[in-house]
């Protein structure tokens, strides 16, 4: 139980936390007003980042180009290969000195 002298301290505090309380609020509005500069100012990089879009258009277009030539050579380098090795193939199968396995049991 609370005697009436530490009753009517505990309600003075009450009654002074207003102003704390002023305090507080005024803390969380100054750090929500920083929060929205920072997504102020990063929408305007972003902004600006989108003017500048064309030429990374343009680099992006260059390099599936190159991209797309390198998948091509690259390509027929192996289907030269292949028919190289199939050439190959063909020569050896009909060959009369090339001797296959024979099965033993």
């Known amino acids: 139980m609370l005697s009436s002298s530490e009753h009517r301290r505990m309600l003075k505090m009450m009654h002074a936390k207003p102003a704390s309380v002023w ?4 803390e969380c509005i100054a750090a929500l007003a920083a929060i929205a500069l920072v997504a102020v100012i990063g929408y ?3 902004a600006d980042c989108s ?6 258009a343009a680099a992006s277009e260059a390099q599936n180009t190159r991209a ?3 998948r091509k050579q690259l390509f027929d380098q192996r289907r030269q290969r292949f028919q190289g ?6 020569v050896t199968r009909g060959s009369p ?5 024979t099965a033993t049991r």
């Open 97 to 101: 000195n090339v001797q296959l396995p």
């Open 85 to 90: 090795s199939d050439k190959q193939r063909k």
């Open 51 to 56: 003017v500048a879009r064309p030429s990374v």
């Open 44 to 46: 305007s990089e972003y």
């Open 23 to 26: 305090m507080a609020i005024a």
């Open 68 to 70: 797309q030539e390198h």
